[in-house]
């Protein structure tokens, strides 16, 4: 019976459909694990060969534990609100909603062609109404709540109103990112309603102010900082400038020492904790206060080092600084008006990574400085960013790297405050020219600063981050609505939970709106409400659905509650979350932050939403592309690979070619023929008549013209090929669909898998897919006796069991350590093994279809029906091996690197030195002492010891 992968797979798939194989009933007395990969954004391209990577591991993982006994939560959605869409119906005037409803079917069909074990039931989009009504209520209750830093954690607004009553916020322990102006309990009572709402917004943990934002004039609306690559949107590329607009913000500046901290217990790697930890930022040093000649305002300042304060000499605003206006002379000001412009079409980015680019102006106005007096001219400049520290500094230009660039450009003077000849770095430094501190280490100088500041009421030691609030508003119609109204006072109400979901109203007009306004400001009857109010007409961002939707998969029909207590009590948090580093600074520090908060006001029981976190690493293209003469205009020159190198590669430019054309593609030997060549010129156009000359000869216009001596009258331009990112933009995207009716789902499964450790990059390579297509055949052919299933039910032999049970052994601690491509190596020796063996045993052959049901679901189903069973292989238990058959069967082989021993491992009697040296290299010992570095050879003497050479 030959094998035939794809009617085997559909057969499966559509029997795992209608018989509900992996809808999850709930069942509490079971121990659960909850796995989950980072949900798609449902785009019009669909999937291609990279996506599936992590979705495949997540599968393989999700399988083991439910053949353990596990109860396993394993669900798929689709994060479908954002900007795509939008941009989509603005080109092509196809709604939103309709656009994404095609995308979600085509993603379904595709997920549904790869075998994964999802509870289709539990799946929803982030824009349906029953999923948003539940975003709406977690953003009121962030209105409706302030962090207490005394109580560590979020409160209730009506305890701090209540405050306010009593005392005024002159002694809160209310946090603010702001620096809301003091007020006394009689000032508050005297406040009027519009007063009241504006100072509540400085501790709200939804609030509304006026903030410096990301604008995008092109897509018109604001995006936030991860949404900015080098000064341009990362969707379209277009150019974006600070822009002074009210916003709505979601305060996790709050949580920033909680999100530290809770790093420390999670199963992250070290790198992507590295990420976050410089993303939050934690500072400690000093806030200090400078007077400013002829004004009752003060500057203040943050500054780690508060010990070289005696060096200041002058002082550096942002340009966006409030203070700017007031402390500006009428002679400084067209000046300071022309910078402030200029500085305005600069990103965060670009201000933050010019450092050889030195500019400023000068104010005119003048600091006191606290100790000694002196008028220090106060400056503004870019590399000032108001969102960091007090938007002000205090320039020490002898310890600082920008500050002695900037008083070098402009002249200013420096004061040396530190002794730095008698140490080789910072601990043997000695204080000078800085009053009471001088004589002392750096170190001591910062405590003794501290203490004299505080004695002086002008300063006091002080903790600050890097992590800023996050925005959350857009300008844009496809959103989640905000769920607030705004009375005649233009006082902020919140709706109450009965009148959710505000629906996103229906519109065929998805231009911006007037001075930066979202399009929902249009549509008049649904913004006035009879009562004189008006909706807020912002919509949420793209990341307000996907911070919490892990918590709606435990209980996603609810109409009560985002989930109900004991779906959230039983399945907790996400044990395993699968997706890439790109989401470290965005989504994972926007999902603790949400679950942190949900955690305070008691919905959730952990205040990390997820335990263990892989990084699955990126399927890479080739990118193809043609050698264009640069000196030759007309007609168009191209040539191959060894012409364009004989001839000098600076004269030559690299043409992109769609993968499509390329006969080999992925191969070495990647070419053009006289097809590929037609394929490319229809495709340029401005090509057409170009000549695409080849060691063999020219082709120009449909004919080949065969140079002297050449061997083959036929086109082979070697093309230039390098591994880079999968993308459209590189057209080099390999769609999954054609891989899988080749070679079938399994093949695809295992193959991805193979390529290499699931956390690496690795570029995608056609060649290999043909040899894990032949094992599968290989696999098949076992329970196969002359065409015929044949399944032999005696006592397996001592060999057979052997092989199989190192198989088991080494394939549960490679699932447990996720090296997958591990375990298809495995498989395959054991397949060759028992292949020797003519081993056709039930005992041994049944074991293998439920081993290798994780990773190759179809074949093991259709297998394990073959051999009379009626229930599906899922429900079968995960074998086990019996060390007794293996300890006469192993070798303990001591393991060197460069010469000394660092470690043992057990191998089979019969391992290959193939297989062998596949298991020294994964080993973790041996990656250790490798850091990094080349492994130039690997030495096996059989049966005695291994010795790696790293050089």
Known sequence: MEYNAREIELKWQRRWTEENTYKVIADTTKKKFYILDMFPYPSGAGLHVGH??????SDIISRYKRHNGYQVLHPMGYDAFGLPAEQYALQTGIHPAESTRKNIARYREQLTSLGFDYDWSRSFATCDPDYYKWTQWIFLKLFDHYYCKKADKALPISKLIEEFEKTGNIQTTAFSSQQPDPFDADEWK????????????NYRLAYRKLAYVNWCEALGTVLANDEVKDGLSERGGFPVERKAMLQWSIRISAYADRLLVGLDKLEWSDPLKIMQRNWIGKSTGAKICFDIVGFEE????????????FG????????EHPLVDLITTPENKPSIEKYRSQTAALSEKDRQSNIDQISGKFTGGHAIHPFTGKKLPVWISDYVLMEYGTGAIMAVPSDDERDNKFANHFGLPIIEVYDKSKGEDENGFIAINSDFINGLGIKEAKEKMIDELSARNIGEARTTYKLRDANFSRQRYWGEPIPVVYDEEGVCIPLKEKDLPVELPDTDNFQPGKDGRSPLSRIEDWVNLPDGYKRETDTMPGFAGSSWYFLRYMDPKNTLALASKEAITYWESVDLYIGGTEHAVGHLIYSRSFHKFLFDIGIVPTDEPFKKLINQGMIQGIIESVYLDKRVNSPSRFVCKTIAEREGLENFSKILVHADFVENYGNPESFLSKRSIDQFSEWQKSYQNAIFECNNGYYQNGVFSTKKGAKVNESHLITHSEVGKMSKSKFNVINPDDVINEYGTDCFRMYEMFLGPIEQSKPWDTMGI?????????FWSLFFTSNQFNLSDGEPSKEALVILHNTIKRIREDIDRFSFNTCVSHFMVCTNELRKLKCNNRDILEQLIILISPFAPHIAEELWSLSGHKTTVTQEYYPAFNPEILVKDEIVYPIAVNGKKRTEIAFSNNASKEEIEVLVRENEVVKKWQANKEIRRVIIVPKKMVNIVIG
């Open 298 to 309: 003060k500057i203040e300042v943050f500054t780690t080092r508060p010990d070289t304060l």
């Open 52 to 57: 599936p990577l992590g979705y495949i591991a």
């Open 190 to 201: 005297k406040m009027n309603r519009q007063e009241k709402d504006e100072a509540l917004m």
């Open 312 to 319: 200041s000499t002058f002082m550096v605003l942002a340009p």
């Open 770 to 778: 043909e040899g894990v297509s032949k094992f599968l055949k290989k």
